[in-house]
């Protein structure tokens, strides 16, 4: 039975699911796929940083998202041990609740907008697919998977195979691949990844406990790095834990548990996940009609937590472009800046994870058989490879550069400025207003979020000596795009931000600011909208004529990227 949909998804991980509820929100009508029958049980990812957080916040689900993980109190700090009753150095980290005091006492763009959060992706994606599913525009469809599609210049026809092996054809003016890192979409477009793959592969034990967090012998963190390499990590609900390791998975692991983590307490086995190490960027984001977006392509080493929350960045940046290339009012350069935007971000995170990924190898290389020692001299030895511990394993836990500092100066759709581009270090947040940068968060005198006040479309912020406006927003009417005028008598604003007039995109990246509105109006809207000329998106066609199955290949690996993020 043929369908029509505006956008189809295949995969329904954080990406896909992201992509899902923003799209629905915009009132775009979307098919999500899973070939699951229903979201995974493996812990995987567990750190949602404070940018994925924000995005989430304006979705309406962060404080849904808080209930089902980490309480606000609980500590988040790291531990370098030799096991958990023998530490090596304890790096101390905000709890949430003490990020929200400094966030609330915080005013000059430096602090995200929202604190981190510990939520296991086991209790993530079932929140984000009932966020779906109650979305009128949104089908969800678990249990049904993408094994064939064809594009051609109206849309892509894709070909699914449902519950007891029944086939249907639907059809959607732009497919999105979210299917992992052994991608079927983008195997089947012979898009290659790019990188080092098959680092290391490792086991993911995951087991429960209803005692074990109280009676942790060295304290309460969230991660256990361990001198032989090993690594136990809490998940959110205190119960759940994982231990990754390299031995077989096939190993006795209640033994190997005990060993890491003395005492007495109760312990269960669930199940063992194995997984490689892989840092590796598809060399292309998009072919045509069909976009790709998360594992499908950035596989990256987990220590650092960029994986998951590059995936929730290429989703927030894809959906409002694929809602104005749908809804007629984004040209064709606006879906080709996808492409140009994440794909730098992607090569970045990638190398930051492999930089992360050395200060634990650097401080473990230091190791001796003395920190096993009893006595003085274990003591001793431990003493003395604790400032290395303590300065190399911040290397995992700390990039807030990567997280809130990456921007899209250079993009087709930036009004970009002449000089050097906004700042994009890897551990330290510079607040730019640039356009191309994520505008920084600030508080308004009454003691609103001015993100709070952003709507779904384009922002006109017009702070104080701002001009008038009008002109502008004309312009953004004449093309029926969604503009907000917001204007604001914050002069704090205007001495952050750099200009007292800002255009912010959907996703609350600036796309110019100045003095002054251009002497072209009409040639901004039309550079921020995608329309370097006016040609308009070709409508979808009815039809599904014509496709061919594409049967994946049963020996293809799938990649279950698990792990132990920042």
């Given at each position: 039975m043929?369908?029509?949909?505006?956008?189809?998804?295949?995969?329904?991980?954080?990406a896909?699911?992201?992509?899902?509820i923003?799209?629905g929100?915009?009132?775009?009508?979307?098919l999500?796929?899973e070939?699951?029958a229903?979201?995974?049980p493996?812990p995987?990812?567990?750190r949602?940083?404070?940018?994925?957080?924000?995005?989430y916040?304006?979705l309406?689900l962060?404080d849904?998202?808080?209930e089902v993980?980490?309480?606000?109190?609980?500590s988040?700090?790291v531990?370098?041990?030799?096991d958990?009753?023998?530490p090596?150095a304890?790096?101390?980290?905000?709890?949430?609740?003490?990020q929200?005091e400094w966030?609330?006492?915080?005013?000059?763009?430096?602090?995200?907008l929202?604190p981190y959060?510990?939520v296991?992706q086991?209790a993530?994606?079932p929140l984000l697919k009932?966020a779906?599913?109650?979305?009128?525009?949104?089908?969800?469809?678990f249990?049904?998977?993408?094994?064939?599609?064809?594009?051609?210049d109206?849309g892509?026809c894709?070909q699914?195979r449902?519950?007891?092996d029944?086939?249907?054809?639907v059809?959607?003016?732009?497919?999105?691949?979210?299917d992992?890192g052994?991608?079927?979409?983008?195997?089947?477009?012979?898009?290659?990844?790019?990188g080092r793959?098959?680092?290391?592969h490792?086991?993911?034990?995951?087991?429960?406990s209803?005692?074990?967090?109280?009676?942790?012998p060295?304290?309460?963190?969230r991660?256990?790095?361990?001198a032989?390499?090993a690594?136990?990590?809490?998940?959110?609900?205190?119960t759940?834990?994982?231990?990754?390791?390299?031995?077989p998975?096939?190993?006795?692991?209640v033994?190997?548990?005990?060993?890491?983590?003395?005492g007495?307490y109760?312990?269960?086995?669930?199940?063992?996940n194995?997984?490689?190490?892989h840092?590796?960027?598809?060399e292309?984001?998009?072919?045509?009609?069909v976009?790709?977006?998360?594992d499908?392509?950035?596989?990256?080493?987990?220590?650092g937590?960029?994986?998951?929350n590059?995936?929730v960045?290429d989703?927030i940046?894809l959906?409002w472009?694929?809602a104005?290339a749908?809804q007629?009012?984004?040209g064709p350069a606006l879906?080709?800046?996808?492409?140009?935007?994440?794909?730098?971000?992607?090569?970045?995170?990638?190398?930051?994870s492999?930089?992360?990924s050395?200060?634990?190898?650097r401080?473990?290389?230091a190791?001796?058989?003395a920190i096993?020692a009893?006595?003085?001299?274990?003591?001793a030895?431990r003493?003395?490879?604790?400032?290395?511990a303590?300065v190399?394993q911040?290397?995992?836990?700390?990039m807030?550069?990567a997280e809130?500092?990456y921007h899209y100066?250079?993009?087709?759709?930036i009004?970009?400025?002449?000089g050097p581009?906004?700042?994009?270090e890897?551990?330290t947040?510079v607040?730019s207003a640039q356009?191309?940068a994520?505008?920084p968060h600030?508080w308004l005198?009454?003691?609103r979020?001015l993100?709070?006040?952003?709507?779904?479309?384009y922002?006109?912020?017009a702070?104080p000596?701002a001009?008038d406006?009008?002109?502008?927003?004309?312009?953004f009417?004449?093309r029926d795009?969604?503009?907000?005028?917001l204007?604001l008598?914050e002069p704090?604003?205007?001495?952050?931000?750099?200009?007292?007039?800002?255009?912010l995109?959907?996703?609350?990246?600036?796309?110019w600011?100045?003095?002054?509105?251009?002497a072209d109006?009409?040639?901004?809207?039309?550079r921020?909208?995608g329309?370097g000329?006016?040609?308009q998106?070709v409508?979808?066609?009815?039809?599904c004529?014509?496709?061919?199955e594409l049967i994946?290949?049963?020996?293809a690996?799938?990649?279950?990227?698990?792990?132990s993020?920042?």
């Open positions: 043929n369908q029509a949909y505006e956008v189809v998804i295949s995969g329904a991980g954080p896909g699911l992201t992509l899902a923003d799209l929100r915009r009132g775009v009508r979307t999500l796929l070939r699951n229903e979201p995974g493996w995987k990812m567990e949602t940083n404070a940018r994925s957080m924000e995005i916040r304006r309406g962060a849904a998202i808080r993980g980490y309480g606000p109190d609980t988040m700090d531990f370098t041990a030799v958990l009753a023998t090596i304890r790096l101390r980290y905000q709890t949430v609740r003490e929200r966030i609330a006492a915080t005013n000059d763009g430096s602090a995200p929202e959060q510990l296991s086991y993530l994606e009932a779906a599913e109650a979305l009128p525009s949104v089908d969800v469809r249990g049904h998977e993408t094994v064939g599609f064809e594009q051609d109206g892509v894709v699914v449902g519950p007891g029944d086939t249907q054809r059809r959607g003016q732009y497919l999105v691949a979210c992992g052994a991608s079927f979409i983008r195997k089947t477009l012979g898009i290659a990844l790019e793959g098959r680092l290391a490792m086991a993911q034990v995951q087991f429960r209803e005692q074990l967090y109280d009676r942790i060295i304290g309460k963190g991660h256990y790095y361990l032989d390499g690594i136990v990590v809490v998940q959110g609900n205190r759940d834990f994982t231990l990754h390791t390299s031995l998975a096939d190993s006795d692991f033994p190997v548990i005990r060993g890491y983590i003395p007495d109760d312990l269960q086995v669930l199940r063992v194995e997984w490689d190490l840092l590796l960027v598809a292309r984001y998009r072919e045509r009609r976009f790709l977006a998360g499908a392509v950035h596989l990256v080493i987990p220590t937590g960029l994986g998951m590059t995936a960045g989703a940046d959906g472009k694929l104005g749908v007629g009012w984004g879906l080709d800046s996808y492409e140009h935007e994440r794909r730098r971000v992607g090569l970045f995170n990638r190398d930051a492999g930089w992360a050395q200060g634990p190898q401080w473990r290389a190791v001796t058989p096993h009893a006595g003085d001299e274990g003591v030895a003493a003395a490879l604790a400032p290395l303590d190399e911040r290397r995992v836990h700390e807030a550069g809130l500092g100066a250079g993009s087709p759709v009004a970009t400025e002449p581009e906004p700042a994009w890897l551990n947040y607040p356009p191309g994520r505008l600030m005198r009454d003691g979020a993100f709070d006040l952003v709507g779904d479309g922002t006109l912020l702070l000596a001009p406006i009008e002109a502008l927003v004309d312009a009417a004449a795009v969604p503009l907000q005028a204007v008598d704090a604003l205007a001495r952050v931000y750099g200009a007292p007039l800002l255009l995109r959907p996703d609350l990246h600036v796309a600011r100045g003095e002054h509105l251009p109006v009409e040639a901004l809207v039309a921020v909208t329309h000329t006016d040609s998106p409508s979808a066609k009815d039809e004529a014509g496709i061919r994946i290949e049963a020996a690996p799938a990649l279950e990227t698990a792990s993020e920042g």
